[in-house]
């Protein structure tokens, strides 16, 4: 059993994750006007049209590619000593120190201390009729699952077939995929666990909602 009041408490003590930013591509690479402490911001708008803080251009054949932060944080490392070279496409270029919200702190405890069942293959899925009518009217809380109970129907390539769940007894506490979308392989489909330990994973949740301070 995984103590997961200790491990908000190890979030705490390191209330971020570090991005690396890496060239996308080959080419010269020339830094805009970022330092580490720098601020940045990420892309944004309805469709993206917003694009994050400029962190460096690439010139490849003449032409400037700028590379914008995709994540909202303070910048931690400038690779300056690239500054006017050629780089390979992977080369580390700077790393942004992102403060985690409070949505991305409870779906991290979540993905440690529930059983992760993960899709076979890219697809998308459904639950069974009898499931998704109990899930639309109560919530996901309400199903209980046991290994070898079908759960899902898969649908790929206009060919439906049925996905029995495999794993530890328990309830549903989280849902991950969205209906009518492909879910890659080995991503998550729900997240269960043990039906004596959801009121203490519940209580946790309510914590982080309210007591996390979240950092622009």
């Keep these: 059993m995984i103590d997961v009041k200790a491990l908000l408490e190890q979030i705490k003590a390191s209330p971020y994750e570090e991005i690396v930013v ?4 080959t080419g010269v690479v020339r830094f805009a006007g970022i330092e ?8 944004s708008g ?6 994050g803080t400029l962190l460096a251009k690439l010139t490849r054949e003449h032409n400037d590619k700028p590379l914008f932060a995709d994540a909202k944080g303070v910048v931690g490392e400038v690779s300056r000593d690239l500054e006017g070279k050629f780089v390979e496409a992977g080369t580390k270029l700077a790393v942004i120190r992102h ?3 409070k949505d991305e702190v409870i779906a991290a405890i979540l993905r440690q201390v529930l059983y992760l069942f993960t899709a076979p293959e890219r697809a998308k899925y459904y639950f ?6 109990k899930v639309k009217a109560s919530g996901p809380h309400a199903v209980k699952v046991q290994s070898g109970m079908e759960l899902f129907i898969v649908s ?3 060919r439906e077939k049925p996905l ?4 530890p007894e328990g309830i549903i506490y989280a849902v991950y995929f969205q209906h009518d979308q492909n879910v890659d392989q080995g991503a998550p489909l729900v997240g269960v666990c043990p039906a004596s330990q959801t009121s203490l994973i519940q ?4 914590r982080v909602r309210t007591d996390w301070e979240e950092r622009e």
């Design 22 to 25: 890496e060239a996308p591509h």
């Design 36 to 43: 580490p402490g720098t601020r940045v911001t990420a892309t």
């Design 46 to 51: 309805t469709y993206g049209e917003k694009p």
């Design 99 to 101: 403060f985690l919200s």
């Design 128 to 133: 069974i009729p009898s499931v998704d009518k």
């Design 156 to 158: 790929r390539m206009k």
């Design 164 to 167: 029995v769940y495999e794993g």
């Design 203 to 206: 209580d946790v949740v309510n």
